[in-house]
């Protein structure tokens, strides 16, 4: 994927914004991994690290990472195409890292995830967030749709 960028940086360099899928991974596993890592707690849970590598070399995941204008890695976000019956989604699964870029940014990440979308073919993009989260994409077209609730399922114990 390419790199998206926002000009204007008093450095003189800009910000990229840029996908990793398939076997590309590589060349990024330890940022992603330490990317990830600084906000396990919110997809542990459901996936496993390795598990999420091997989605994202198996292109069923895609990872993305923001960088600053002085070229570090500060947030990272995964996504996967979710297929349901009448159309396909871009699904956000996690968006996290050391911090999250300025909020002015996160139009252009809409709009390169709004490319990608339209590119595997899907109608809409999802996003699972936490509590706060919305703020950052007030007046970039989403719309909260649903409360996303969660409960471990206790283990049945005959008497």
Avoid at 44 to 50: Q, T
Avoid at 134 to 154: N, P, S
Wanted: aromatic letters at 14%; hydrophobic letters at 35%; a neutral charge.
């Amino acid at each position: 994927m390419g790199t998206t960028t926002q000009p204007g940086t008093s450095s003189g360099k800009s910000p990229s914004f840029f996908c990793v899928t398939g076997v590309s991974i590589s060349a990024y596993k330890d940022t992603a991994r330490e990317l990830l890592l600084d906000g396990e707690e919110y997809w542990s849970d459901h996936y496993a690290l390795h598990d999420i590598f091997k989605a994202i070399e198996r292109g069923m995941m895609q990872f993305w990472i923001y960088q600053d204008a002085d070229g570090q890695a500060i947030t990272g976000l995964l996504t996967r195409i979710a297929v349901y019956p009448k159309h396909n989604a871009l699904h956000v699964i996690w968006m996290g890292g050391k911090r999250f870029p300025p909020k002015e940014y996160f139009q252009a990440i809409t709009n390169t995830f709004e490319y990608f979308a339209r590119k595997y073919g899907c109608a809409s993009m999802e996003c699972k967030a936490r509590v706060g989260l919305e703020r950052a994409f007030e007046g970039l077209g989403f719309e909260k749709t649903a409360i996303y609730l969660e409960r471990d399922v206790k283990l049945e114990t005959r008497h």
